[in-house]
């Protein structure tokens, strides 16, 4: 490639439009604060994504912090090695202890199964991750959820716009998060959310994220800065213009990989799943080198000789960074499908704009390289 090629490419609107944002911007001079744009863009992005009660944040990272807040959670809380690292990280500057189970080899989510081993009495809460945006198993996680009394939070920054019959999925749990991350489906630069069931627990998550703030002179609790600034949300008001495009893009792009990858031996991609409307956040494909014949890492490195830059999300695992690794759940051994997941995951480039051909180019590539 004469260009580099990276795993995405954020989707942008056309400019002009977001101009008539800024100048009404400059005009009125509210730069945050719940500001025009910020309650506009709630009330439509509620409307598309067909969800209650939204809140929109600065990022992702700082709505999984204040979620977890906002349920007031503490003790140990069960989650998934594959996935970010904000994941965990919200639990460790909350002061909660994560605990792993590991993943199912098909969507490569959160086992219902192992969750429900991993129980103990100091667990008060499950948090999984719809990673790549595939739905969890939702349905297990809500009986686990009733039948051990725990919170259940779904940390849901890779499922913007998914649906599972026809629902948003992110009407499951108590709570969900997302992302707005230039990287994600829909940007708004940075950006996150909290989505939850109450106009109680909106109101105390929009006054979390603004100091615990409750009108001028009341401070109900410790809050945070957390909200999302007008420029943000204009940008993410001109962007709900044009996502259902990227996402009919996005569709086609994981279209031609599966029809070009179909009969490549030791490499798995992972298939649409019944009755879900997917967004096609990444496109990851598992490389089995005692089939394939070439490592994940060998092809990595090779197709960054030819400028393509794929990512190994998730490589590694949680549970083998330093901060984590201590953990009794983290031991080599707990968590044997995320690790052999983690070994050959590699997420090729996937983004609204990226020419046809570059998936010709890498796929011929995979094939080529197939014993
Ligand atoms: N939970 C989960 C499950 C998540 O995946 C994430 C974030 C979060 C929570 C936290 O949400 P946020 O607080 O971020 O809203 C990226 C993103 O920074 C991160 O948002 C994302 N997940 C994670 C999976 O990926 P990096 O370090 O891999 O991104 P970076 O900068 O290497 O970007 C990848 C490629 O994208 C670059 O090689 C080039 C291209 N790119 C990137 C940016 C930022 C552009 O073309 N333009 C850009 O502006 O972490």
Known sequence: ???????????????????????????????????????????????????????????????????????????????????????????????????FADIEPEYLNLDPEKVEAAITPQVTAIMPVHVYGN????????????????????????????KVNGQSVLNYGE????????TKVFNTFEGGAIICHSEDMKHRIDNLKNFGFRGETVVEEPGINAKMNELQAAFGLVQLKYVNTYIARRKIIAELYRKHLM??????FIPDMKGVSHSYTYFPVLIDASVYGKT?????????????????????????????????????????????VAEQVLCLPIFPDMEHEFIEVISEYLKENAV
């Not at 009969?263 to 798995?268: F, L, Q, S, Y």
């Not at 901060?323 to 031991?331: E, Q």
Request: proline share 7%; charged share 20%; net charge positive.
């Open 1 to 99: 490639m004469n260009n580099p090629v990276y795993v995405t490419q954020p989707a942008m609107p056309p400019l002009a439009e977001f101009t008539v944002y800024l100048e009404k911007i400059w005009e009125k001079r509210i730069l945050t604060n719940n500001g025009p744009f910020h309650k506009q863009f709630e009330k439509d992005l509620a409307g598309y994504l067909g969800v209650k009660y939204i809140s929109v944040f600065t990022n992702g990272t700082l709505a999984l912090l204040t979620a977890l807040q906002a349920l007031r959670i503490s003790g140990k809380v069960i989650t998934t090695p594959f996935s970010f690292v904000a994941t965990t990280h919200s639990l460790w500057w909350n002061n909660i202890k994560p605990v």
């Open 135 to 162: 739905p969890c198993k939702v349905e297990q996680f809500e009986k686990l959820a009733n039948k051990y009394g725990l919170r259940l939070i779904y940390d849901a920054a890779h499922a913007f716009g998914v």
């Open 175 to 182: 709570l969900s998060i997302l992302s707005f991350h230039a």
């Open 263 to 268: 009969d490549i031996p030791g490499i798995r």
């Open 296 to 340: 994940r890492d060998e092809i990595y490195e090779g197709l960054k000789r030819h400028n393509i830059y794929t990512r190994r999300y998730f490589y590694p695992l949680i549970s083998q960074f330093p901060s984590y690794k201590g953990l009794l759940s983290a031991n080599p051994g707990n968590l044997p499908v995320a690790e052999k």
